[in-house]
């Protein structure tokens, strides 16, 4: 049997479960844990997934939110078959670097998604450039976002961008609203690229960059690039895995 600890979030949902599991499995503090089980939704999931990038523990989530993409369903009473079946998906983050007006550098990791977002009523004007290569002298837009296979259906769908299935070596850009070049819809990108963002008319056209939840504000120049020395493991019930949910969701309307 596993030594596990359990987190929860603050929900009420998801303090009850924490309950109901204690009374069922010995628990241990998450430092000497084998796995973590993580109970809410999968914004505590991603709270998670950066708390626990050094000790490289795998994380079971169990949904007990509002929104449980990468959790898995709450069965209290078969909890260790399910651990032991469980399959394994091991993510990579984006690593931020900005520089903001001033100079002042910040880093950050992402495991859903990058996004650069207007700070004002004006647009944004942004210039792409993927490996050095400007690709996109200007951008019109209230944003872009760059998203990982696991980010895929988050923001990224909400923008109208792909799903990319978990193995697939992509990453999406997709603009948010853009309007100048109006008819440009994105790109899918090799995962071992550099993406570039620099902010054109940063005084007039303030934008903040968005790594999952660490925000930097009035960015001039943003860089992206997959983090290989960063990873973490997720264990899904074998029936209901990423992959499998990744594909059911491009055939739901």
């Known amino acids: ?37 993580a109970l809410g939704g999968d914004g505590f999931m991603l709270e998670t997934m950066h708390g626990s990038l050094s000790s490289k523990t795998p994380i079971y989530g169990i949904h007990c939110g509002s929104v449980g993409f990468l959790m898995n369903e709450l069965i209290p009473h078969d909890l260790m078959l399910r651990l032991e079946k469980a399959k394994p998906s091991i993510l990579h983050p984006l690593e931020m670097k900005t520089q903001q007006k001033g100079g002042a550098l910040a880093t950050a990791l992402a495991f859903n998604e990058v996004s650069l977002l207007r700070e004002s009523r004006q647009a944004a004007k942004l210039q792409i450039a993927i490996d050095r290569v400007i690709r996109l002298e200007e951008l019109v837009c209230d ?36 309007f100048r070049p109006r008819r440009w819809k994105g790109a899918l990108l090799p ?16 934008v903040s960059a968005v790594a999952d939840f660490t925000e930097v504000r009035d960015v001039i120049s943003v860089t992206i690039r997959q983090s290989k020395e960063h990873a973490v493991t997720l264990l899904f019930d074998h029936e209901h895995n990423l992959d499998e949910r990744i594909l059911r969701e491009q055939f739901l309307g």
């Open 143 to 178: 944003g872009i976002l760059l998203s990982t296979p696991a980010g895929s259906t988050a923001y990224n769908l909400s923008a109208h961008g792909p799903i990319i299935p978990l193995g697939a070596p992509l990453l999406a850009l997709t603009p948010i609203s853009a």
């Open 1 to 37: 049997m596993p030594h596990i600890a359990i987190l929860a979030s603050p929900a009420s949902e998801a303090m009850q479960a924490k309950r109901t599991l204690e009374a069922l499995y010995p628990t241990v503090q998450p430092e000497e844990a084998d796995i973590l089980i």
């Open 191 to 206: 995962e071992n690229v550099q993406v570039q963002f620099t902010v054109l008319e940063p005084d007039k056209r303030p």
